[in-house]
């Protein structure tokens, strides 16, 4: 695998893998997240304790899921960077940051959407919610500490070690402030928090999931793209690129 | 089909507000993040092309210079600089 | 080798000792912050005795922040950590030590005046021992995990601010499990489960962070 994966590290050919893999990506993300959200708004059935405002699942859990995931991946970037000492690692890294911090963002916005018809507020400190908008800092401090740096090398060893160190405590986080919550709340609010799911929500549900992972990665494929553009942009083979694009 | 009109639809049993804002902004929010993505490519594409054009012009000034400097050399040194830091 | 860390240790409670103003700042800050919060909520002692803890937690991760941007900086500004990383002593042990001197002198301190805070805050008497057993198995932690960041923003000028926003969030495990033991003194209940948690954290930030705060180092210092 290691011989396949190899070349890879170059960013030319990790450049080229995106052009190739891009396209796939933008059709399939575009044909299931259409497809979970419209299966979810339109022809899933509503809970019968919370009506239709459990719709708002359909982005909500996704978001939350593919939120710790995205981190997740970062750090193992991070890390096959730090370790392999492969460029192109903090680059993905850094491409994914942003992405993270936007479906954190998200998660967020739909928890406190969610919490206004349901809990009467529109911000409750509940296990989810809080551990989530820990995990916006998180991002936040990755990013800001990359973008502190003037040398982008240094910037995403700095920040790759940022990363690691963070998803070591997303467990201990995770733990805490769910421990924390059930010792300063009762049991009111967790009646929500895991709805009984019946099959045919699951499926729009797990679709859901799929198209805005898929999303996810079109996005980040293009944007690892452009990191890769930006950091070598005065080598000869982004300028013969350029010159070629230009040509046709 | 869980919704008998359209209106139902939107009305979502009486959340409608709440479903259709936080879809809203979450459809919004990818969407600035792929578009800003389309976009930096371009812009990253534009800045390689404008450095090239640059180059091709330093090129064309520089010969045009020396053979300037056979003729008149007063002209030579002032026009050709001049020109380059215009644009 | 340890005559070299016995040489660093005692360079640095020189250091600080010449630097005794310096070293103040964070103590005063400490004090006054908690000071705010009866002025800020009003003297009722139950609802001091029930922020309490929380406020001296918050208060010690904040002023602790203050002084820990002075654990590397001379040191990078004047040259010496490069003779550090240079020597044949590795760069991890010397970097615990550090660590160490840094805790002594700059947060001990604050260790110290936590009966008064105690006071100000009419905190009872187990609550007090609760206290200042979470403060004293918690704060190594804080210098450990925080020196990785120091290490990590070592080459930037203005590295305060962002120092506060990369490690708040990693602090906060710290906290909540440090009032909860507090919480529970005040409740009378046993409080050696949150104290087991914050201790095994410390041993695995003894375990791993020497290393990090090394390879910060050495990314600083390109």
Redesign the interface.
């Known amino acids: 695998m290691w011989k396949w994966l190899h070349p890879y590290a170059k960013t030319q050919n990790a450049y080229q893998l995106c052009e190739r893999l891009l396209p796939w990506f933008v059709v399939s993300a575009f044909i299931s997240f259409t497809l979970g959200m419209v299966w979810g708004l339109l022809f899933a059935p509503s809970d019968y304790q919370q009506g239709d405002s459990f719709r708002i699942i359909y982005i909500h859990v996704p978001s939350a899921i593919l939120s710790m995931g995205a981190y997740s991946a970062m750090a193992i970037s991070a890390f096959i960077g730090l370790v392999w000492q492969v460029r192109t690692a903090f680059m993905a890294m850094i491409a994914l940051a942003p992405i993270g911090a936007v479906v954190t963002f998200i998660a967020l916005f739909t928890g406190a959407a969610w919490g206004k018809p349901m809990w009467g507020t529109w911000w409750v400190w509940d296990a989810r919610l809080t551990s989530e908008l820990i995990l916006l800092f998180l991002y936040l401090g990755v990013i800001s500490l990359y973008a502190s740096f003037e040398d982008k090398q240094q910037a995403g060893k700095a920040a790759g070690v940022m990363a690691i160190v963070g998803v070591v405590n997303l467990p201990i986080i995770h733990f805490s402030v769910e421990w924390w919550n059930t010792l300063h709340q009762g049991a009111s609010i967790t009646k929500f928090d895991k709805p009984s799911v019946a099959p045919d929500m699951l499926w729009p549900l797990l679709i859901s999931i799929l198209g805005l992972a898929l999303v996810m990665a079109a996005i980040f494929i293009r944007r690892l793209q452009n990191e890769i553009l930006r950091r070598e942009i005065h080598r000869p083979w982004v300028q013969a690129l350029v010159a070629e694009a230009k040509g046709k | ?3 008998e009109s359209f209106s139902a ?1 939107v009305d ?4 409608g507000f ?2 259709w ?3 809203g ?2 459809l919004l ?2 969407g600035i ?2 578009f800003e ?2 976009r ?2 371009k812009v ?2 534009n ?3 404008k450095e ?1 054009a640059r180059k091709v012009r330093i090129k064309a000034s520089k010969t045009s210079a020396t053979s300037q400097v056979k003729s008149s050399y007063s002209e030579a040194q002032a026009s050709p600089r001049n020109e380059e830091m215009k644009q | 080798m340890s005559m070299a860390l016995k040489a660093v240790f005692e360079r640095d409670l020189a250091l600080a000792y010449r630097q005794r103003s310096e070293l103040m700042q964070p103590m005063m800050f400490f004090i006054l912050v908690i000071s705010l919060f009866p002025l800020g909520i009003g003297p009722n002692p139950e609802t001091l005795q029930k922020v309490g803890p929380g406020v001296i937690w918050v208060a010690a991760i904040l002023s602790s922040l203050l002084g820990m941007e002075r654990l590397f900086k001379d040191d990078y500004n004047d040259g010496s950590l490069e003779q550090i990383m240079l020597s044949a002593t590795p760069l991890p042990l010397v970097v615990l030590v550090k660590v160490l001197a840094h805790w002594l002198t700059s947060i001990v301190p604050l260790l110290l005046l936590s009966p008064l805070l105690a006071l100000f805050l009419n905190l009872t008497e187990p609550m007090y021992w609760a206290l200042l057993s979470t403060l004293l198995l918690g704060t190594p932690l804080l210098s450990l995990v925080g020196a990785i960041a120091v290490g990590l923003t070592l080459g930037l000028n203005r590295g305060g601010v962002l120092l506060a926003l990369l490690l708040l969030p990693v602090f906060i495990p710290l906290l909540i499990f440090a009032t909860a033991a507090v919480e529970a003194a005040s409740l009378q209940l046993p409080y050696s489960a949150q104290l087991a948690i914050i201790g095994a954290m410390l041993l695995i930030s003894l375990a791993l962070a020497p290393f990090a705060i090394a390879y910060a180092l050495r990314v600083s210092q390109n």
């Open positions: 089909m869980q919704f639809f979502m049993g009486g959340y709440y479903v804002l936080s879809f902004v979450s929010a990818l993040l792929a993505a389309v930096q490519k990253l594409f800045a390689v092309e090239q």
